[in-house]
């Protein structure tokens, strides 16, 4: 296979981003993560696979449309609840998805024209895409941005993830990786040159707790991160700060006492509340998700937190 034939699964390309990185940005989301965060924000980011997503904002009734009944020929597409639309403020009959005998295959979104139904995940070729991205070169120059590429875990595409940033510096981009860490390092080596920031997460300090809530232990995120300041990689650590998980004092002053350690590579510690939007999406690729819901840390909390971070003599900011 020709590199140019090669092609990553991408389930979102966010324009104008100003919060995954400096400057003005093009976000690229891949799908897969070998991670299963429950608070997890962008559940349709973790399997490899396209999903079939369900909004029923968006859909404008089966008697107005219904094609995505007689679209669908596994029978997943029935007549369902009626309900007070949001959008013509009118009551519309929905539409319901079994999931059970739904096989992903989009013929009911490609039938969807209000939208209400679309598939998460789309294959792109890497050359295609560096010509979609480096239209927004004049932005990205004028901000000093550039291009994120994330996930889902981008590292869990590592020939995609590779090629593409290799085309983005040769256009003189800006590029950042944004990364759970949990890649083996092979990957992360083959990346180092291309990579200008690793925005890189910490959930937990403590390997076992780790474990127990994620499914994975710490240790190779740890090991990784020392890896890349100790090769001259920059680090810009996120601390998504979660109730009952991460939110102790004692956890908080391990990470800035480990973000320390990292020395100079450490360009930036950004504080990441928990928030619960990610219930929404939860809802619309799965009828019975297994999500956190928790009330947000309070301001007061989320200072109290930021103050320990700076004991240790590292930049702060809370997301």
């Known amino acids: 296979m020709k590199e140019s034939d090669l092609?990553?699964?991408v389930y979102d390309i966010q324009g104008f981003s100003v919060q995954d990185g400096p400057g003005i940005r093009t976000t690229v989301f891949l799908k897969g993560c070998p991670l299963r965060c429950p608070w997890c924000h962008s559940p349709e980011s973790q399997s490899f696979a396209a999903q079939l997503?369900?909004?029923?904002?968006?859909?404008?009734?089966?008697?107005?449309?219904?094609?995505?009944?007689?679209?669908?020929?596994?029978?997943a597409i029935t007549s369902g609840e009626i309900t007070k639309s949001i959008g013509i403020g009118e009551a519309i009959k929905l539409i319901h998805v079994n999931r059970l005998l739904c096989?992903?295959?989009?013929d009911c979104a490609r039938a969807c024209?209000?939208?209400?139904?679309?598939?998460?995940?789309?294959?792109?070729?890497?050359?295609d895409l560096l010509k979609q991205l480096c239209r927004d070169i004049p932005f990205y120059e004028q901000s000093g941005g550039g291009v994120t590429v994330s996930g889902g875990e981008a590292l869990s595409q590592p020939e995609f993830t590779l090629k593409l940033l290799q085309g983005l510096k040769a256009q003189g981009v800006h590029t950042a990786l944004d990364t759970t860490g949990f890649s083996d390092y092979k990957n992360i080596d083959a990346v180092l040159p291309y990579v200008d920031l690793f925005l890189y997460d910490l959930k937990h300090m403590d390997s076992e707790q780790h474990k127990k809530a994620i499914g994975v232990p710490n240790e190779r995120i740890l090991e990784n991160a020392q890896k890349i300041a100790a090769a001259g990689g920059k680090l810009q650590i996120r601390i998504p700060v979660i109730p009952?998980?991460?939110?102790?004092?004692?956890?908080?002053?391990?990470?800035?006492k480990f973000c320390k350690s990292l020395g100079k590579a450490?360009?930036?510690?950004q504080i990441l509340p928990y928030h619960n939007m990610g219930v929404a999406k939860y809802l619309r690729i799965c009828d019975d998700p297994k999500v956190l819901e928790a009330e947000p840390p309070s301001e007061e909390k989320i200072q109290n937190?930021?103050?320990?971070?700076?004991?240790?003599?590292?930049?702060?900011?809370?997301?």
């Open 7 to 9: 092609t990553g699964k």
């Open 53 to 75: 997503s369900w909004m029923a904002m968006r859909c404008i009734g089966v008697e107005k449309c219904g094609k995505c009944l007689t679209a669908c020929t596994k029978g």
């Open 103 to 106: 096989d992903d295959c989009g």
């Open 113 to 127: 024209h209000p939208g209400g139904l679309s598939m998460c995940g789309a294959d792109y070729q890497v050359d």
């Open 244 to 256: 009952s998980f991460n939110d102790s004092e004692k956890n908080i002053k391990s990470t800035g």
């Open 266 to 269: 450490v360009t930036l510690v």
């Open 305 to 319: 937190l930021k103050k320990i971070l700076e004991c240790f003599a590292l930049k702060v900011t809370v997301h």
